[in-house]
């Protein structure tokens, strides 16, 4: 009888391991910089919760928002958030608080002015700013990292395009199930030495995939810094303007590299 169990329980092991190693990972485009990846049950967000589009980039969905918000497949068992920056087409605390309510065990990870944001909408004594994992990075900083279940996190701080030291941007790389890797850049500028000063950090993993926004791919500076310092797999680009959506094989064409321009499409990671 005992051995009869041993076996069983090796079965199920056996399982489970076949189902983390074998089931692909995907990226899902979710609107602007927002993303969902997943790899079997691991599944994480980058810059899904913001409600300002400035009238030029997208927004997610209302459909795709509201089944985030109720946990529908793709979206349920999420298992952390990050967020790059506070830029209204990034975060809005609102719905970000609004949908870790609904969602009483995900954390979140930003930056300090994102855990700032967040104490402004909810008051500083909410028990919600017990999820929040703030980093207080300097681009000068040494990078900073975390472990929670199935998920490895690293992340560096590189500063936001077109000179804006006020703003802290943050560059997650977030790995899955020891499997999959992906790193987001926010909204990095496409400045060598702010990629030079991590060179080891970026180094040191490769990603599946990289989803720098669009001027990476558009600048001979943005393509020497993913040529030296991306080490992914795949790099698609993301923040792309609402103009695009329902044209991205003439978008990804002018830049020669792949993009996303619709919420909703997909692509496999190897
Ligand atoms: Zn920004
Ligand atoms: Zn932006």
């Known amino acids: 009888m005992r051995n009869r169990w041993i076996y069983v329980l090796g079965l199920l092991l056996a399982a489970d391991y076949l189902h983390a190693h074998q089931s692909p990972a995907t990226a899902t485009y979710l609107g602007n910089e927002g ?8 599944k994480v967000l980058f810059d899904a919760f913001y409600s300002n589009s400035y009238g030029t980039y997208t927004l997610v969905p209302d459909e795709m928002a509201s089944a985030m918000l109720a946990g529908e497949p793709p979206y349920d068992g999420i ?12 975060f809005s605390a609102g719905p970000a608080v609004a949908y870790l309510r609904a969602h009483p065990k995900v954390p979140i990870y930003g930056s300090q002015q994102t855990l700032e944001a967040i104490a402004d909408e909810v008051g500083a004594d909410d028990a919600l700013l017990e999820r929040v994992v703030a980093v207080d990075l300097a681009p000068t900083d040494a990078p900073a990292s975390f ?24 560059s997650w790389r977030v790995t899955l199930d020891q499997l999959t890797t992906v790193t987001h850049f926010g909204d990095a500028g496409t400045v060598k030495e702010d990629f030079e000063r991590h060179a080891e950090h970026f180094a040191a993993r490769r990603s599946q995939a990289a989803f720098p926004p669009y001027w990476f791919l558009e600048s001979e500076d943005g393509k020497a810094i993913i040529q030296t310092h991306f080490n992914a797999d795949q790099v698609i680009g993301v923040h792309v303007p609402a103009a695009a959506t329902g044209n991205g094989d003439e978008a990804r064409a002018k830049v020669g590299g792949d993009l996303f321009t619709d919420p909703g499409e997909s692509r496999k990671l190897n």
């Open 79 to 90: 298992d952390a958030i990050f967020v790059s920056h506070v830029h209204g087409d990034h």
């Open 147 to 170: 472990k929670i279940d199935g998920i490895s996190i690293e992340v560096v701080a590189i500063p936001h395009s077109g000179d804006r030291p006020e703003i802290q941007n943050l």
């Open 35 to 42: 993303v969902l990846v997943e790899r079997g049950d691991t």
